[in-house]
C-alpha cells in the first residue's frame, strides 16, 4: 500500500477511536464522517495520460469517468479510443482543452467533479437520478427513462426558477449541485415563500379590524431561540410581532419568555410547527409571506402535507428490495428501483414488519462488536438499518468480498445489505417519513432474482464490473397478437414471445412474478396452472396447442384478410381443344 494511503487510513482510524460507536453490526447507532474526500486518484497523479497507456491510473481515471457517466466501457486499465473520447467528452464540458490527453489539471478536474453537466438529449443513469430527485421535489410528472427529454428540460427550469439559478433548462454543475443537496426548494414550498413586500410595515386601521400589511423581505440571517439568542434580529422580530398583536413587551433584543410564547402563537396561527423558535420557515413568515395572518385575523389552514415520494419493500424470501413511486392515485405502486440485498440470517433475522424512516443517516459507520465498517447507513428502527456492503477499515478499497458475493442470501446481522450504489441512492432520496416494510411471506420469483443478478467485481477498484443499459420492456398491447409463428416454450426460452407470455398469464391471474423475457421455474408453475385449469397435460411446457388456447380470444379477434381481386392465384385459361 502506497504511504499516502497507509497515513490516511492511520488518520482516519486516530478519529474512529475517538468517535461514538455503533453497538453492533447492523444495529446501533452510526458514525458520520463527511471530513473526508475520497479521491483516492486525485491524490496519487503522477503522469499526464493519453492513448495507449496502460496501470492503475488509468483504471481510476475509466473509474471515475463511469461514475460521472462520461465511460461506459470496461475498466481495462488501458487508455483506448473510448477512454480518450470519454476525456474530450469532459474537457468540453468543463471548458478545459479539448485534447483527449487526461493531463494534471483534467485528472484533478475529474476526480474533484460529483456530477457531469445535463442538456437536452443526454442518457444515462444520472439522468434518471435527477428525474428521480425532481418528481420528489414536485417538478416532475414524467417518465423515469434516464433519458434528457423537453419534459425533463422543463422541470429543470422550474427548478432552477424556484431556487433562483440562471434559468436554462440545463442541468450545469451549480444547478445538479443545488438539486441533490439538503437545501432544494421543492414545488410547493416554493409558492409560499415567494415574497410580496409592502413599501414599509405598519397597521391599517378600517373598520375597526386590523390588517398587517406585509414586512419588506428581510433574509434570514441564523436560528434564534429562547435564552441564546439577543440582539437586532430578536429587536426585529419583536417589533414585528408588535406589528401583528402578538406581543407587549419591551423591544429588548433579549430573547425571553413572552418572546417565545408570542412566537407560538404566531406559529400556531400561520400553520407552523409550533416550537417557540425562529428558523427559516418562521423568519420567512413574519417577513417575507403576503399573507400572513396577524393574531385577530381567522387562523391559516393547516397545509396539506407533502406526500412522501416513495415506499420500500424488503421481500426477505427472494432477497430483493423494492422501492415504489407513488401512482395517478397516490398509492406506491410504480416500481422504481429493485435491488438484490442480504437480509439477517435465520440465526439473526430482520425484524419483519413495517417501520417508519425518521431520517437518521451516516455517511460511513463502524460495528465495534465485528471490527467492521459500511457506507450509506440509513436507520430503519432502533436495531436494524439499510447499508451498504462490508468494508474491513474505512478505505473503499479494503470491501469485504464475500459480503459482496453474498448479496442475494441471508448474510447479515439483520440489517439490509445492498451494493454501495444502491445503499447509496437510498441515502439520498429516502428521507424521513419513507415507509418500509420487510415481509418474509411473499412467493419464490426466480424470474426477478435472475433479472437482478449482479456482475461480477472488479478488484482493480472494488466495483461491479460496468454492465450495459437494459433494452426496453417489450411493447405488450393486451387484447392483440402475440409475436408470430407460435414456438414451443419451456425452461430456459428467452425472448419477447416469452414475455408476451408472462403477460398474459400475470393478466389471467396465474403468474405474479417478473415479467423478464426468460422462462424459468415461476414461469414454468403458471403455464402448469393455466394448463391444469384448461384439461390440459401440465407438463409446465407452453407448446402451440397451449399457446393457441392461451391466446384463443385474440386469435378469434384476428379477422382473416381478405383477398383483393388482384391478389388472387389466376386461374389458367382453358387448353383449345385440336384443330381450333
Known amino acids: ?43 496519487n497523479i503522477t503522469r499526464d495520460l493519453t492513448l495507449n497507456d496502460e496501470g492503475d491510473d488509468v483504471s481510476a481515471l475509466q473509474t471515475a469517468l463511469t461514475d460521472l457517466c462520461y465511460y461506459s466501457g470496461d475498466v481495462t486499465g488501458r487508455y483506448g479510443e473510448a477512454t ?37 438529449g443526454c442518457v444515462g443513469e444520472d439522468v434518471r437520478q435527477a428525474q428521480i430527485r425532481l418528481m420528489a421535489l414536485g417538478y416532475y410528472t414524467g417518465k423515469i427513462s434516464g433519458r434528457y427529454l423537453p419534459a425533463t428540460q422543463e422541470a429543470i427550469r422550474l427548478f432552477q426558477t424556484a431556487n433562483a439559478l440562471p434559468i436554462t433548462g440545463e442541468a450545469d454543475v451549480q444547478t445538479l449541485e443545488r438539486l441533490f443537496s439538503g437545501d ?25 379590524t386590523t390588517t398587517p400589511t406585509p414586512a419588506p423581505t428581510v433574509a434570514f ?26 406581543y407587549s413587551g419591551n423591544i429588548s433584543g433579549n430573547f425571553l419568555g413572552h418572546t417565545r410564547n408570542a412566537v407560538k402563537a404566531f406559529q400556531q396561527q400561520n400553520a407552523l410547527s409550533v416550537d417557540g423558535i425562529v428558523g427559516e420557515n418562521t423568519w420567512n413568515a413574519l417577513f417575507n409571506d403576503p399573507d400572513v395572518r396577524a393574531a385577530a385575523d381567522d387562523p391559516k389552514p393547516t397545509p396539506e402535507p407533502t406526500p412522501v415520494p416513495f415506499a420500500i419493500t424488503v421481500d426477505v424470501n427472494n432477497q430483493v428490495t423494492t422501492v415504489y413511486g407513488r401512482d395517478e392515485n397516490g398509492d406506491y405502486t410504480v416500481v422504481v428501483r429493485q435491488m438484490l440485498c ?69 448474510a447479515s446481522h439483520g440489517c439490509i445489505r445492498l451494493t454501495v450504489a444502491d445503499a447509496k441512492w437510498i441515502y439520498n432520496n429516502c428521507g424521513a417519513g419513507t415507509v418500509v416494510t420487510i415481509r418474509d411471506d411473499m412467493p419464490a420469483d426466480p424470474e426477478l432474482r435472475a433479472a437482478l443478478k449482479l456482475p461480477s467485481l472488479n478488484t482493480k477498484n472494488m466495483l461491479p464490473y460496468v454492465t450495459p443499459q437494459p ?60 394448463q391444469k385449469a384448461n384439461s390440459l397435460s401440465a407438463t409446465g411446457t407452453a407448446d ?37
Open 1 to 43: 500500500m502506497p504511504l499516502w494511503k497507509r497515513t490516511l487510513a492511520a488518520l482516519l482510524l486516530a478519529v474512529m477511536m475517538i468517535l461514538p460507536f455503533a453497538s453492533a453490526e447492523d444495529a446501533g447507532e452510526a458514525v458520520p464522517d463527511d471530513s473526508v474526500e475520497w479521491t483516492e486518484g486525485a491524490a
Open 84 to 120: 480518450k473520447t470519454a476525456v474530450e467528452d469532459f474537457q468540453r464540458d468543463f471548458a478545459l482543452a479539448v485534447t483527449g490527453v487526461a493531463d494534471k489539471a483534467t485528472q484533478e478536474a475529474i476526480y474533484a467533479a460529483d456530477y457531469r453537466p445535463l442538456r437536452l
Open 184 to 208: 432544494a426548494i421543492s414545488r410547493d414550498s416554493s409558492a409560499a415563500a415567494t415574497p410580496t413586500p409592502s413599501p414599509t410595515p405598519g397597521m391599517h386601521l378600517s373598520d375597526e
Open 221 to 246: 440571517v441564523k436560528k434564534l431561540q429562547y435564552n441564546k439568542s439577543k440582539g437586532e434580529e430578536v429587536k426585529l422580530v419583536q417589533t414585528r410581532l408588535t406589528e401583528l398583536g402578538y
Open 342 to 410: 442480504s437480509t439477517g440470517t435465520r440465526k439473526n433475522p430482520s425484524d419483519i414488519g413495517t417501520f417508519t424512516l425518521n431520517g437518521r443517516t451516516a455517511r460511513w459507520c463502524y460495528f465495534p462488536e465485528w471490527g467492521s465498517h459500511a457506507q450509506y447507513w440509513t436507520r430503519i428502527n432502533s436495531s436494524i438499518a439499510f447499508h451498504s456492503v462490508i468494508y474491513n477499515t474505512v478505505n473503499t478499497m479494503d470491501l469485504s468480498v464475500k459480503s459482496y458475493k453474498n448479496l442475494g442470501k441471508r
Open 471 to 530: 433494452t426496453a420492456e417489450p411493447d405488450y398491447r393486451a387484447g392483440t397478437m402475440p409475436p408470430q409463428p407460435f414456438r414451443t416454450l419451456k425452461v430456459n426460452s428467452s425472448g419477447e414471445d416469452v414475455y408476451w407470455m408472462q403477460r398474459k398469464l400475470t393478466d389471467l391471474g396465474y403468474y405474479s412474478g417478473k415479467c423478464s423475457g426468460t422462462f424459468l421455474a415461476g414461469t414454468q408453475n403458471a403455464v402448469k396452472a393455466f
Open 544 to 580: 402451440v396447442k397451449t399457446l393457441k388456447l392461451l391466446y384463443a380470444e385474440e386469435m378469434s379477434a384476428t379477422p382473416t384478410p381478405e383477398v383483393a381481386a388482384d391478389d388472387r392465384t389466376p386461374e389458367p385459361l382453358p387448353t383449345p381443344a385440336a384443330g381450333q
